[in-house]
């Protein structure tokens, strides 16, 4: 790569990678600090995540009122959500609403996609390389790409998929223009979350639909309904209450676990109080005791209501059976659902077990398992994504002496950073929302507040203390990489391979990459590193930087 002296190219403070919920509020901060910041966007347009996930049924699992940016008053007020959980179209209005009353856009370029950054030790500044072939400088090189990207959207490798004839679409790369079901024979594969949401409309319309599943899930009715006019000024009224009790919980959502072991509750009080949490729907239910994810007895109290609701829903008692999961819940996502149990009562919808005959190829004219083979006119991966590492891998980062983050982390279990917002031999290299942070296991805007507010004054002090360059402590990182562990190896989520820790990747080695300890407990971690004049990180001065 173009090594001219850096005054040739244009040069920033801050270059953000992405224009989701991170990129843009990160983009804002910075720039009320006064700093020269640029922000690139693959898409062609901001969202993030939300404009590329636009399948059949796509609709956010967090309550609306929950699932947006807490930090203005402003936006609070000036915006309401239409119902209790808001699909992807209303989320990307959101967020260009956010773009357009924040005056974003003009920081950002969309459909510009960084393919390489290297840290240049010579100049203590990050060299950012753009697909169309520009270079540009910056000292700060902050990563928003989430934990799940359309860029690393994952594929099954199923021989005979370049011969199939038929139409085939990702849930996180649907096109941007509607897709026709009407009459056709159409096969999904996977059955997480996307699986789950885009079924029951897909079967509205299609022909046959057949559901090829591995591992049931444990679905929650998300009892979704239109906000009335009370509800919006109830729950804008109530602001900086919610906001405080998102920070103060341990998944970023406004409500905390009763203090009691399930077992300490008589089984019929236990049964009403599950009742009432899967009538209201939501993740709710999943705090209804303070032990369901550490104690394998208490949790099978609530993954049996679970299973017992299933097979009241499905009518056939032989397909129930299959539907019903057995791992611990909520040791994976939760997923939250409208009418999926249901749409297996429909004559057009089938369910394929690929546990126990899986899917061997494709052929012209669908899907072959070692049981037959589907005729299909479409197939839908909803497979998921590289998780957690795989959209920060897409690029080529380089830090000090040319270390590949790829090869850092080629094995999983050598993923480490320090806090999940940065990582040694990487210096001025900041990740929101990065592995080993709460991420994916809370309400991702919360997360992505507390993060892009920590990076952000960590900023502040680099720049007043006049600091050339910081990475995380080597010790420092390997100590929070074993702690991270040991959080997760005292719950039930270490009995259960999930996407979580890369089980859904072909070859991809399993670690767990998300800190269990807690949101509220995590930010207390980050305001003593931030109290304690951020010790876990190596600060050089300009005097010593080139040390």
């Known amino acids: 790569m173009d090594n001219h002296n850096h005054q040739d190219f244009p040069s920033y403070d801050a270059i953000i990678v992405g ?29 993030g995540a939300w404009y590329w996930s636009c399948y059949p049924g796509a609709r956010c699992d967090s309550e609306s009122h929950t699932y947006n940016f807490t930090f203005s008053e402003t936006l609070y007020e000036e915006w309401s959500w239409r119902s209790r959980y808001p699909t992807q179209p209303e989320i990307l209005e959101y967020l260009n609403f956010v773009a357009d009353r ?9 459909e510009t996609e960084i393919r390489a950054a290297h840290f240049d030790e010579e100049i203590t500044q990050w060299r950012v390389y753009l697909q169309d072939g520009r270079q540009l400088i910056c ?19 199923i021989p005979g998929y370049s011969q199939y004839k038929g ?9 941007h223009h509607e897709v026709d079901f009407h009459g056709k024979k159409v096969g999904i594969i996977g059955n997480g979350s996307s699986g789950i949401q885009s079924l029951p409309v897909i079967a509205e319309t299609a022909a046959e639909v057949y559901s090829f599943q591995r591992t049931p899930q444990y679905a929650i009715p998300a009892q979704n309904h239109p906000y009335t006019e ?12 919610t906001r405080k009790k998102m920070f103060q919980s341990h998944t970023g959502y406004p409500f905390f676990s009763r203090p009691i072991s399930a077992l300490e509750e008589n089984q019929f009080k236990r049964q009403e109080i599950y009742e009432t949490a899967w009538k209201k729907g939501g993740f709710e239910i999943s705090a209804t005791y303070n032990d369901l994810l550490i104690n394998e007895t ?33 040791t994976k996502r ?115 507040e507390q993060h892009v507010d920590w990076i952000d004054r960590f900023i502040a002090y680099i720049e007043a203390e006049g600091i050339e360059m910081v990475e995380a402590n080597a010790q420092q990182e ?21 996407w979580y820790s890369g089980a859904n990747v072909e070859g991809k080695p399993e670690a767990f990459l998300i800190y269990l300890g807690g949101l509220g407990q995590y930010g207390k971690i980050l305001e003593n590193c931030a109290t304690s004049e951020y010790s876990g990180f190596d600060q050089h001065s300009s005097i010593t930087k080139n040390m």
């Open 478 to 498: 390997e100590t929070w990489r074993i702690h991270c562990e040991e959080v997760y190896r005292q719950t039930l989520y270490s009995k259960t391979p999930s």
């Open 102 to 110: 924040l005056q974003l856009r003009e920081d950002i370029e969309l």
């Open 167 to 175: 139409e085939s679409y990702h849930t996180g790369t649907w096109p």
């Open 230 to 241: 009370e509800e919006i000024n109830e729950y804008k009224a109530n602001r900086l209450d």
């Open 334 to 448: 939760l997923v939250l659902d409208t009418n999926y149990y249901e749409s297996f009562n429909l004559p057009h919808v089938h369910f394929v077990d690929v546990k126990s005959a899986p899917i061997t190829q494709f052929s012209e004219k669908g899907i072959c398992t070692t049981g037959r083979e589907y005729p299909l006119d479409m197939v839908v991966f909803a497979t998921g994504y590289d998780g957690m590492t795989g959209p920060l891998l897409t690029m080529d980062i380089k830090g000090r002496g040319g270390e590949s983050l790829k090869e850092k982390w080629e094995h999983g279990a050598n993923v480490s950073t320090y806090l999940g917002v940065a990582t040694n031999l990487f210096p001025n290299m900041f990740m929101i929302t990065g592995p080993q942070s709460p991420s994916v296991a809370t309400n991702m805007p919360t997360s992505i």
């Open 19 to 47: 224009a989701g919920f991170s990129g843009m509020y990160m983009l804002y901060r910075l720039r009320e600090r006064g700093l020269s910041v640029r922000v690139f966007e693959k898409g062609a347009g901001v969202g």
């Open 139 to 157: 000292k700060y090189f902050i990563t928003a790409v989430g934990c799940l990207s359309a860029h690393a959207k994952n594929i099954p490798k």
């Open 298 to 330: 208490s949790n099978e109290t609530l993954s049996q209501f679970v299973r017992d609701k299933i097979k009241q829903v499905v009518k056939d008692q032989s397909l129930a059976e299959k539907l019903l999961p057995t791992y611990p819940i909520a």
